[in-house]
């Protein structure tokens, strides 16, 4: 046996059954033990990012085969939001003959200085003995909480050589020693306490508790910052809403309450705003990212989410309060109001409506505080979005999430569409039958919207417009079916017929060009 074929099945026996990838020679070696099905990708960063959707919607590893140093160059802003989504992703690059290393040869590289503080583990397999070390050790890391990407490095001459036992034992899992006790207290001593929800809850399906910590404390409940997953169940009454980024707007929204407990979330800041965030006392963290409370100074409880919250609700009664959002009786009219220019509020509450059932991969920019108003978020699996707003990764994502959810809709900006355009081609080729909507406004709002507020003379620079861009023509030259909607009393009927298509499909939609207002 090869290393390569060794390789794929210790990658097996870590139920990984697929490899996003885009190849050169450098790979070849490697690809002849492979025995996962191969998805190309038409160019080196989808893979990145179709791996990092697939980890997250598995809860488990997924991996992408890059090309060298082009290939691993390419990737580097998703291998960025790998890390901020703590996802894991095992990235195989496939590196030069080593034994000609000393001439600098062609595609030879340095990745680990490429890849400096941005993964959580790398290591060139330069003998085939360490292969199955490195291999265990690379998944360890990945999975270890907070998650996150780490890099094998693959010399051509090592995967062709033959495979070697090795002498690596696995050590034993330390056990979580963090006690919960200090944060179960000050929980049942706050007298007006919220809770902060974040991704974490999907990440370790911690719905069931999350509601039942919400009743029993009768708190108030906002979803973090730039929120990527879905951090609470269907139709919780406590829910409040997103947080804005500034630290002023957490201050107003949470500054009343003695407690605030962040629940697997994190408070990501931007812009900045000189209002000091709220002072660490009244903060505390459950979850499983240590540099969160760090940051913040507060109290933690480090550790598997959903296993916190069900130590905490074994000694924690009901606090006697209640609490229920008040209903939004305006959202009817605001969404009639925006009918006849096709606005943010009448395309989204179509969206929602047609693809009720379907995961939602969200990159829709300037339209997302919209789409996160109208109740997308509806427990395990049912909304992604990037923690970095790295424009492309929704597209590419959407490959591996598609893999496990089927019925998966992509609400993407036109601006954003073009950064991984070529992902269309992989739904197309392996009838992945991901729905992709483009909000299509013409231009880039959401700078149009910033520079309103904060660089007046911009506003209107004519670099933030995208003219000439034919939408429908590229999907269907990518072998998507494709078509335009620009009225109103026809978008239903799109979006329905879009959501009924066999395979992949694209819905250009024409919507309100109107900048809004969204930081002022
Ligand atoms: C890889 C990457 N490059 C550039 C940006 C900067 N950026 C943020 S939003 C944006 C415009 C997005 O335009 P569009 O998708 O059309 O959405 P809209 O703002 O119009 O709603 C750009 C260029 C980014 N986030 N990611």
């Not at 450098?26 to 160019?43: N, S, V």
């Not at 951090?231 to 201050?251: K, R, T």
């Not at 880039?444 to 417009?465: F, G, M, Q, R, V």
């Amino acid at each position: 046996m090869r290393a390569s074929e060794e390789l794929s099945q210790l990658l097996d026996a870590h139920g990984v059954h697929e490899i996003f990838g885009n190849p050169g020679t450098t790979e070849l070696p490697f690809l002849e033990g492979i025995r996962q099905r191969y998805y190309l990708t038409l160019h080196d960063s989808i893979a990145l990012g179709a791996a990092d959707g697939a980890a997250q919607v598995s809860r488990g590893i997924a991996v992408a085969n890059l090309h060298a140093a082009p290939g691993l160059g390419n990737s580097i802003g998703f291998l960025d939001t790998a890390r901020r989504n703590r996802s894991p992703v095992l990235v195989t690059v496939g590196q030069q003959d080593l034994r000609h290393a000393d001439q600098n040869p062609l595609l030879f590289g340095d990745f680990r200085t490429m890849a400096e503080g941005l993964v959580k583990f790398f290591q060139e397999v330069r003998r085939v003995e360490e292969l199955e070390e490195a291999v265990e050790r690379a998944v360890r890391h990945a999975l270890a909480p907070p998650m996150g990407p780490v890099i094998l490095s693959l010399p051509m001459n090592v995967m062709e050589e033959a495979a070697r036992a090795s002498p690596y034992h696995p050590e034993p899992e330390a056990a979580p020693l963090n006690d919960i006790r200090a944060i179960s207290e000050r929980i049942r001593a706050a007298s007006n306490p919220a809770l902060v929800v974040g991704y974490e809850v999907d990440v370790y399906d911690a719905f069931a508790a999350v509601d039942e910590l919400a009743r029993r404390m009768g708190a108030p409940v906002y979803a973090e910052p730039i929120c990527s997953r879905s951090p609470i169940p269907e139709g919780l009454p406590n829910f409040v809403g997103d947080l804005l980024p500034q630290s002023a707007y957490i201050d107003s929204a949470l500054g009343g309450h003695d407690l605030v407990v962040l629940v697997g979330a994190d408070l990501t800041l931007y812009p900045y705003s000189a209002a000091p965030l709220l002072p660490g006392e009244r903060l505390a963290y459950l979850g499983a990212d240590p540099s969160v409370p760090k940051k913040l100074h507060c109290d933690r409880a480090i550790g598997d989410l959903r296993q916190l919250l069900e130590a905490i609700l074994s000694g924690l009664p009901p606090s006697g309060r209640t609490f229920r959002r008040p209903p939004d009786f305006g959202r009817a009219n605001r969404v009639a109001r925006a009918a006849p220019r096709m606005g943010g509020e009448f395309v989204v509450d179509a969206i929602r409506r047609a693809f009720s059932e379907y995961t939602v991969v969200d990159e829709s920019v300037s339209l997302i505080p919209t789409m996160k108003s109208v109740g997308f978020y509806r427990g395990k699996d049912s909304y992604f979005s990037s923690r970095s707003q790295q424009l492309g990764w929704g597209l590419a994502a959407s490959i591996g999430i598609t893999l496990w959810r089927p019925k998966t809709v992509v609400v993407v900006g036109d601006g954003a569409l073009q950064y991984c355009v070529q992902a269309l081609w992989t739904l197309a080729r392996y009838r992945l039958p991901t729905k992709v909507v483009v909000v299509n406004n013409g231009g880039y709002n959401i700078l149009k919207s910033y520079s309103k507020a904060n660089h007046p003379a911009l506003a209107a620079a004519e670099y933030l417009d995208l003219p000439g861009v034919d939408v429908e023509t590229i999907a269907r030259g990518y072998g998507l079916g494709a078509s335009t909607v620009d009225s109103p009393e026809r978008l239903d009927r799109a979006l329905v017929e879009l959501r009924e298509t066999a395979g992949p499909g694209l819905l250009n939609v024409q919507v309100d060009r109107t900048v809004p207002d969204l930081f002022s």
